[in-house]
């Protein structure tokens, strides 16, 4: 059986190469895991996330500002980008990507996208390069759904997941972990139910010593129904935006660890891949497929 992979062409909202962010890096990794075997039936391709269940983590007001196309430049400057139309359909994509592969996984016990880990999108608006928040509306959509109870949100990437930890600041159903660095963007952090702040350099032994107790104590407090796991490569030693130390190995072998936690107890998983900022789009795409490499070895 193969892993439920979700992927869409609007994805990729075809930025310039020179653009701070990647944006082709999605259409890489789409490539590369077809290129090795990965998909060997097909993408599961998602529809564009409607507006009602956008609105069950952001205000009306800025999804609309989004779907026409008017968000406010002060806006569009925080989260690093125009507001165009192919930047609001990948938007609502990679949304209904995440929410499709949360069907998925509680369907077969895991899934991924091929996007995904917009954390730092709060109710009121978007910032550092995410225009919806994906998790937050996928887990908003499976609670009001009654498809769950109970939300575990574990994020690795490099960046704390801001937006996700205010979305559900308020929520006693969604447990929200953040494992990031410590000096890093934002610089004003939001208040997770777990923050875990990293010093700059931290290397795979030091990083992966952490996790065994932080899966647990994770376990214990969110006593989830489904896991959204944001596998950020972010914190891989030649990131641009990064300031950790992690290779290759021990991305694999962080994902490892965290899945395979969750998966060993019956907790379905999602993964996101989160953030990742390099020039090189084909070592950065292969990177990210990491997560899909390891999750498969979880089906």
């Known amino acids: 059986m193969a892993l439920p992979l979700v992927h869409h062409s609007a994805f990729d909202a075809q930025f310039s190469a020179a653009h701070r962010f990647p944006m082709s890096k999605f259409t890489r990794l789409a490539e590369i895991l077809v290129a090795d075997g990965l998909v060997p039936h097909g993408f599961h391709v998602p529809a564009p996330a409607l507006v009602g269940w956008l609105e069950l983590a952001h205000d009306p007001r800025y999804v609309e500002a989004v779907l026409t196309q008017t968000v406010e430049a002060a806006t569009e400057k925080a989260i690093g980008f125009a507001v165009d139309d ?3 359909m990948r938007s609502r994509c990679a949304t209904g990507g995440t929410l499709l592969a949360a069907r998925l996984a509680l369907d077969g016990g895991i899934a991924c996208n091929t996007a995904g880990g ?3 999108a709060s109710r009121e608006g978007g910032a550092g390069f995410s225009v919806f928040n994906d998790v937050g509306v996928a887990a908003s959509v499976l609670l009001a759904d009654g498809d769950v109870g109970r939300v575990l949100v574990f994020d690795c990437d ?3 997941g801001d937006g996700t930890a205010r979305i559900f600041a308020d929520d006693p159903l969604v447990f929200t972990l953040s494992m990031h660095g410590e ?4 610089t004003e952090k939001a208040r997770s139910d777990l923050d875990v702040p990293l010093p700059d350099r931290m290397e795979d032994a030091a990083y992966l010593a952490l996790l065994p107790a932080l899966l647990e104590e994770a376990h214990r407090a969110a006593r ?4 959204f796991y944001n596998a950020g490569v972010d914190p891989h030693a030649d990131d641009r935006l990064g300031r950790l130390s992690l290779t ?3 991305l694999a072998e962080r994902d490892r660890r965290v899945i395979g936690f969750f998966r060993e107890r019956g907790i379905p998983v999602v993964g ?3 953030g990742g900022y390099s020039r090189d789009i084909e070592t950065l795409a292969r990177r990210h497929s990491i997560l899909h490499r390891t999750a498969a070895e979880f089906v």
Do not use: F, M
């Open 86 to 88: 192919r930047v609001a």
């Open 118 to 120: 917009s954390h730092h």
């Open 224 to 227: 989830p129904d489904v896991v």
């Open 248 to 250: 290759n190995e021990g």
């Open 158 to 160: 490099v960046h704390q």
């Open 183 to 186: 000096n890093n963007y934002p």
């Open 272 to 274: 996101v891949i989160g």
